[in-house]
């Protein structure tokens, strides 16, 4: 599942552990997109790196769900 476009500030739910993501930022290197996300509430922990999947209905990261699924983004 994916939404239209991932944007900075948007929330997602990693699948295995249920803990929220916030997208911090967003960067293209070389013909890829990459975000950067961050627990939401651990501002001290690192923050990790997601290559941003593409597809024709939109764009996903793997292992995460959009945490807000009623908005459209």
């Known amino acids: 599942m994916g939404v239209t476009k991932i944007q900075s500030g948007q929330l997602w739910k990693k699948n295995d552990s249920d803990e929220i993501y916030l997208v911090t930022r967003l960067y293209n290197e070389a013909l890829s997109t ?40």
Not at 42 to 70: N, W, Y
């Open 34 to 73: 990459f975000a950067m996300l961050r627990k939401s509430g651990a501002e001290t922990e690192p923050q990790i790196r997601v290559k941003v999947e593409r597809s024709s209905v939109g764009q996903a990261l793997p292992g995460f769900t959009p945490a807000q699924e009623d908005e459209k983004f």
